[in-house]
């Protein structure tokens, strides 16, 4: 039975991504800051008849990473997965943000995953197996409007799975990414920022649309869940993984695009012309009935 732990388990992909794994034969470690508010994951781990283990662990804190790793090598041995998957969002432009309240952001989605990394790594590197799995976001690959620090610490992720992908190659470790477009999970409703008033007010309006736009979509978690599994089940998947509402057209767009047109987007005068440039890039309507 595969060992495997996924981090921000307690809602949206990560939890929806411990019941398909554990239903799938899986032995799961549900890692989150606060087990005591498991009762929704555990609940749909007895409905699908699955079990899950919920382990205390928070990304930010390095003692807390450490006694998670030992609770869950103690439990199983060793881990053949781990699943990056905690994130925060968080919206501002950059003359917006603020750089004290803004650096959680990094300490979770990047210096959390190497946290995590750097616990499990080595037990995986001396069994010559092992997959990470990095969840990033189309906004690791398109410099997402008015959500400079979320989108940077994306990129970021993006870099540090490359390295690592050809750092661990030589000791049979596997590297993915995963880049999902909007999806509903909580991570929406909780994105912190966006500070008013502020000079950017079109940028901010912009970029909620967007994902107004995606929400309608109404791509669940358990769609992306299903792309974790394709991840770890296909041996031949490639490194990056897309999906979910915009996934796809997003990452390609982007790099078929010249850099001058994507910074004459920014230039619309009015939302209905940055809406039209928006479908002309990548292929996407981002108009609602009341927009």
């Not at 210096?111 to 997959?131: D, K, N, T, Y």
């Not at 993006?158 to 190659?169: F, G, I, R, T, Y």
């Not at 409703?189 to 966006?194: F, I, Q, R, S, Y």
């Not at 995606?214 to 897309?242: S, Y």
Request: net charge negative; charged share 20%; proline share 4%.
């Amino acid at each position: 039975m595969p060992t495997v732990l996924i981090t921000g388990a307690n809602s949206g992909i990560g939890r929806a991504a411990a019941i398909k794994l554990a239903s799938a034969g899986y032995e799961v470690h549900a890692a989150m800051r606060d087990p005591a508010k498991a009762e929704k994951l555990l609940a749909l781990a007895k409905e699908a008849g699955c079990e899950v283990r919920p382990v205390q662990l928070d990304v930010t804190d390095a003692e807390s990473v450490e006694r998670g790793a030992a609770e869950v090598l103690a439990r199983s041995g060793h881990l053949d997965v781990l699943i990056n998957n905690a994130g925060i969002a968080w919206n501002a432009t950059v003359e917006d943000v603020d750089i004290e309240q803004s650096k959680l952001v990094f300490e979770t989605n990047y210096w959390g995953v190497i946290r995590c990394i750097q616990a499990f790594l080595p037990g995986m590197r001396e069994r010559g197996s092992g997959h990470i799995v990095n969840v990033s976001s189309v906004a690791g690959r398109i410099a997402a409007l008015a959500q400079t620090i979320y989108s940077s610490s994306k990129w970021a992720l993006e870099c540090l799975s490359e390295n690592l992908a050809q750092e661990v190659a030589p000791f049979g470790v596997r590297v993915s990414l995963l880049e999902p477009g909007v999806t509903r999970t909580a991570i929406l409703p909780k994105n912190v920022g966006h500070p008013e008033p502020t000079a950017y007010e079109a940028a901010y309006r912009r970029m909620l649309q967007f994902y107004q736009k995606g929400i309608e979509a109404n791509f669940p978690a358990e769609g992306v869940a299903d792309a974790i599994v394709g991840i770890l089940t296909d041996p031949d998947a490639p490194f990056r993984t897309t999906c979910a509402w915009g996934g796809e057209e997003l990452c390609l767009g982007r790099r078929e695009i010249v850099d001058a047109d994507w910074v004459a987007l920014g230039a619309a005068p009015d939302d209905e012309s940055y809406y039209a440039g928006f479908q002309e890039l990548f292929g996407l309507d981002l108009r609602t009935a009341g927009s």
